[in-house]
């Protein structure tokens, strides 16, 4: 067995190799070899003084962004700079990344710098001893989903279109059976040059994919025309595409109404009475059913959030003007009422900001405010096709939740914890429990249906999932 490869380890066994390959002055790899021989041989050390306590990894279902890994090729040019701003972009989509720099590119940034931004080791050269006894170049041809080759300079591709290997990256591409993206950057007379155009034109029909190159100004004075890389996030962007072809859009054509975060409902023109929803599931679910293809309406409460791209987002401050907005929304094919709304409002809202005085604390009288949920539910005309609702709770859960259920006379109740122990109002994860009609059950039968903890954008892909397969019969698998 020429190498071995091991892939998806959770953070904390991650850590640990790090920490202990570190510690021993040698490469991950190496440190991997180290312990298999150990344990063959029966002389496994202890993990102490670096054992990282095991954490389960998270489950994953439907619809969970899954990883994937890039090696990416870094040639010589003065656009190699951008190739550190990529692989800041790739981990933001989490994307895993491994460096290979042509000797050229060191001219121009770090292997230490790759390094530090990647949090892998950096690739340089063919006859790496550390590597190479094992075959290190086809690995790195072969252990990736995609190779990217930023900037790809007039020689790179003259060696790909050529079938040259005289270097660790031009091996490893002559050795890939994955996916190759090219960002070319080069003056503007080498890119039009017939040499170039002949090998592009052979690259493209091996299946080799291209980004660019840009039209502008180059980095030589007075030079301008096309010949200028991509940018980082554009060509973060085409990777992502090929590593995770588009969504199906099985809510296409659909309307989908979410509220989500608090309400502040006035005493004076200073105080309000509010709570402590961040509104991050609510506006989740807006981005997972506009990546579904609905067209999403979101009425938010004040909330320190970007608005979701692609998704129409009214901005209002109180339970009223909540649901002003909704009843302005409809019709809508599905209505989501994530908003944490608040259950009553001062009667008589304080023109000025109330006053301390001797007679102590000022009258506060409290009245209910209306409750959307059950407005929308139960209306005969524009009525959602599917209302949800959420019953967050401290207590009691799915008691709580079945009797809001029966209360409201919504289709489903997504009920979740939100005591402070969870750290779910505010936090980025949550644990839910979709309740909903039993089918062909009798009259008060709930199912209950309990998912595991996810993080509030997973939640989201799974709610909407389930939507779609309700409202269409199209799963976000088989939906085109």
């Known amino acids: 067995m020429a190498s071995l490869t091991i892939r998806k380890l959770d953070d904390a066994v991650k850590t640990y190799l790090r920490l202990r390959s570190a510690k021993n002055h040698r490469s991950v790899e190496e440190e991997v070899r180290v312990i298999l021989r150990e344990l063959i041989e029966g002389r496994e050390e202890p993990l102490t003084p670096f054992a990282v306590p095991y954490a389960a990894p998270t489950p994953q279902r439907t619809g969970a962004l899954p990883e994937a890994s890039v090696t990416l090729i870094i040639g010589g040019g003065i656009a190699a700079y951008k190739s550190l701003d990529l692989i800041r972009r790739l981990k933001e989509r989490r994307i895993e990344v491994r460096c290979v720099l042509t000797k050229a590119a060191q001219q121009f940034v770090t292997p230490l710098a790759a390094s530090a931004l990647s949090h892998e080791r950096v690739y340089t050269d063919l006859f790496d001893p550390q590597s190479e006894f094992d075959a290190g170049h086809i690995r790195l041809a072969r252990d990736c989903d995609l190779i990217v080759v930023a900037p790809a300079t007039a020689d790179l591709m003259a060696k790909m279109a050529n079938g040259h290997a005289d270097d660790l990256a031009s091996a490893i591409l002559l050795a890939t059976n994955r996916k190759v993206l090219l960002a070319p950057a080069m003056n503007p007379l080498m890119w039009s040059n017939a040499a170039t155009r002949r090998n592009v034109a052979q690259l493209q029909r091996d299946g080799v994919v291209l980004i660019g190159p840009n039209a502008g100004e180059m980095?030589?004075?007075?030079?301008?025309?096309?010949?200028?890389?991509?940018?980082?996030?554009?060509?973060?962007?085409?990777?992502?595409?090929?590593?995770?072809?588009?969504?199906?859009?099985?809510?296409?054509?659909?309307?989908?109404?979410?509220?989500?975060?608090?309400?502040?409902?006035?005493?004076?023109?200073?105080?309000?009475?509010?709570?402590?929803?961040?509104?991050?599931?609510?506006?989740?679910?807006?981005?997972?059913?506009?990546?579904?293809?609905?067209?999403?309406?979101?009425?938010?409460?004040?909330v320190d959030l970007d608005d979701p791209p692609g998704v129409t987002v009214k901005h209002v401050e109180s339970a009223r003007q909540m649901l002003e907005q909704v009843e302005a929304a409809l019709p809508a094919d599905v209505a989501i009422f994530a908003a944490a709304v608040a259950d009553w409002r001062v009667a008589n809202e304080g023109e000025q900001k109330l006053k301390k005085t001797a007679a102590g604390m000022p009258p506060l009288q409290l009245v209910e405010n209306p409750d959307i949920l059950a407005t929308i539910s139960k209306l005969t005309d524009k009525r959602p096709r599917l209302v949800i609702g959420f019953a967050a709770e401290t207590e009691h859960l799915i008691d709580n939740a079945k009797a809001k259920f029966a209360r409201k006379g919504c289709d489903w109740i997504v009920a979740n914890d939100v005591s402070p122990a969870t750290g779910v109002m505010g936090g980025d994860r949550n644990t839910v429990h979709l309740l909903s009609r039993k089918t062909g059950a009798q009259d008060g039968e709930i199912a209950v249906d309990s998912w595991p903890a996810m993080t509030k954008e997973q939640v989201a892909i799974e709610l909407v999932a389930q939507i779609a397969k309700s409202v269409t019969g199209k799963s976000l698998e088989s939906a085109s």
């Open 219 to 302: 980095a030589e004075a007075g030079e301008a025309g096309t010949g200028r890389m991509s940018e980082a996030i554009e060509i973060a962007n085409a990777a992502e595409r090929l590593l995770r072809p588009p969504t199906p859009k099985p809510l296409a054509g659909k309307r989908v109404l979410i509220t989500a975060g608090p309400t502040h409902e006035a005493i004076d023109p200073v105080r309000y009475i509010a709570n402590r929803s961040s509104g991050k599931q609510g506006f989740a679910i807006a981005a997972a059913a506009q990546a579904a293809g609905a067209e999403v309406t979101l009425v938010s409460g004040p």
